[in-house]
Every structure is written in structure tokens, then in C-alpha cells.
């Protein structure tokens, strides 16, 4: 996730507001489309996901934002996620040794976190808030269309949208033409109450190639609006799943961020809820995701 210089967070943002709070037929569509390229037919019969990361921060990141980069602690991550429960899990690793996190979520409020730094459970305002927006931000980026459609399961207008935007990007090295679709995300991403989002919805593929974020979460980063590229995709298990993502700084000021890969991947290993809830995978939540 991104960062901002606390004394600027109140800046303006590039994220435009919707003129009304409903869902237009067009954005409607336009999300069913997107969600149906990456394989929401296949993405209904999954109970478990498991994923791993490795990444790199820009050095300057840790220092604007050291509760959110947490660098001593982040480097290379595992990652469990219980898709109709909302219960997710992530285990990082850095020099500074091991944090696992356990994020629950609830769909008319801001949910739980829990964090552990070296098996010893932390209480910290801020290194909850911001374990909280991470787990959130990296659904998001992993499964864009899916994690927004799930939330609108049995409920088309929970989430205001709006779409008719056009914009030319490039993302991962290559030209798109993508149709904008804008959404007013409440709950927000982490404790935020509400966050605003564009997703950039490729013309011929209709896959993500790009969302960007409003950072409401946590205290120090509000104001400040974010983007992450997603690129080299892959089919597996019937969905088409990033692996390459790149994230940079709109507001305040424009700022590359983080560079990092999806470089593990498997589905329905049949995990529950208690393998997950920490300090520690238990189970069969153990074990890596399988190499990609």
C-alpha cells in the first residue's frame, strides 16, 4: 500500500465524486463484464484461496510511512483467504523477523484485525489500522472485478457506480483502451468508512489493468490517492489472475512506491476458519502456495 506525508494528507484528489449515489446501468454492465473476463463462474466455487508475494519498497516509502511499509517486517508474505467467510490471513517476513496478521470482515462495517510481531500480539492503534488496509488493498489488487462483484452478490445497488469515461494507459509495458468505471466502496478499504475507486477496464479483454484508490484507513494517509498496475496474467483454475503489479503515489505528490509479484498460487486446499486465526498457519492452511 501506498503513503503520504502526514502534513499534506488534506490535499485534493483525483478521484472524482459520483453525481448521484446509485449504480447506472452502464457501470452495472460494465462491472458484470469485467468480473465474467476474469472468471466469476469459476471464481463462485472456490473456498480457499492461498497465495504468496515477494516485493520490493522505494526507500523513501519507509520513511514517509513506516507504520504502513513496516519494512522490518515485510518482504516476502504467504497469504490465506476463506472467500465466502471474509476471513483472511497473512504471514510476512522480513529482517526483522515474522508478523502475521488475521483480517475479518463484515459487509455493513469496518470488521476485526488482529496482529502478531514475533508470535507476541500487538494492540498499537496505528499497526492495526494499517494491517487492516493492507489485507483489504491486496484483495483488491489481486482480484479487482471479482472482490467488487462479491460484494454486490444478492445486492446490485450496494455499491454506487458510474462509468462512460474512456482513457488510453500503459500498464506492464503495453498500450490499453480502457473504459473507467467509478465506484464508491462503503465500507472502505481497512477501518475507512468510505473509499473511492477507478478501475481501468481494458476494451478488448475487459480485464483490470489498473485501479486507483483513495487511502482513508489509517489517519496519516488520508487525503492521499494511490494507483497500482496490474499486468502479466495468467490462467488458472478458470480465472485470469495478475502477477505483476506496480504501485505509485497521485496525491500528494506523484512518487513511484512498490514493485512486487504474485509467486505462488493454489485453490481449495479446504482450510478453515481456526487454521487461520493465529499467531501462526495451522493445519492445512501450513505450507507454501504452490510455486507459479
Known amino acids: 500500500m501506498s503513503c503520504a506525508l502526514p502534513a499534506l494528507a488534506a490535499c485534493t484528489t483525483p478521484l472524482r465524486p459520483l453525481r448521484t449515489p446509485a449504480v447506472s446501468p452502464d457501470a452495472a454492465r460494465l462491472l458484470q463484464a469485467s468480473a465474467t473476463a476474469h472468471g466469476l463462474s469459476a471464481f463462485a466455487n472456490l473456498h480457499d484461496l492461498s497465495v504468496a508475494y515477494a ?27 476463506l472467500l465466502r467467510q471474509g476471513i483472511t490471513a497473512q504471514t510476512h517476513h522480513g529482517p526483522h523477523g ?34 487492516a488496509l493492507v489485507v483489504d488493498g491486496y484483495a483488491l489488487f489481486l482480484l479487482g472485478p471479482l ?67 483513495s487511502l482513508e484507513g489509517l489517519e496519516s494517509t488520508r487525503g492521499a490517492v494511490a494507483e497500482v498496475d496490474s499486468f502479466d496474467h495468467v490462467s488458472l483454475h478458470g480465472i485470469v489472475w495478475p502477477t ?26 479446504g482450510f478453515q476458519s481456526d487454521d487461520l486465526r493465529g499467531p501462526t498457519f495451522t493445519g492445512l492452511a501450513t505450507g507454501p502456495a504452490g510455486e507459479l
Open 55 to 81: 516485493g520490493t519498497w522505494r526507500p523513501i516509502v519507509d520513511r514517509l510511512q513506516p507504520a504502513l511499509v513496516d519494512a522490518g517486517f515485510r518482504g516476502r508474505s504467504e497469504e490465506r483467504l
Open 98 to 131: 515474522v508478523k502475521h496478521v488475521v483480517r475479518e470482515a463484515a459487509s455493513d462495517a469496518r470488521g476485526s484485525v488482529r496482529v502478531w510481531f514475533n508470535g507476541v500480539e500487538s494492540h498499537e492503534t496505528d499497526a492495526c489500522a494499517a494491517a
Open 147 to 213: 472482490w467488487l462483484a462479491a460484494r454486490t452478490a444478492g445486492n446490485p445497488d450496494a455499491l454506487p457506480m458510474a462509468a462512460g469515461e474512456r482513457v488510453r494507459l500503459v500498464s506492464g509495458g503495453v498500450t490499453h483502451e480502457c473504459d473507467v468505471l467509478r465506484v464508491q466502496l462503503t465500507p472502505g478499504l481497512g477501518f475507512s468508512s468510505t473509499d473511492r475507486l477507478d478501475l481501468f477496464i481494458d476494451v478488448e479483454q475487459r480485464l483490470m489493468r489498473r485501479i486507483r484508490f
Open 244 to 269: 505483476g503489479f506496480y504501485e505509485r503515489l497521485r496525491r500528494p505528490f506523484p512518487l513511484p512506491v512498490h514493485d512486487w509479484r504474485l509467486t505462488g498460487l493454489d485453490v481449495n486446499r
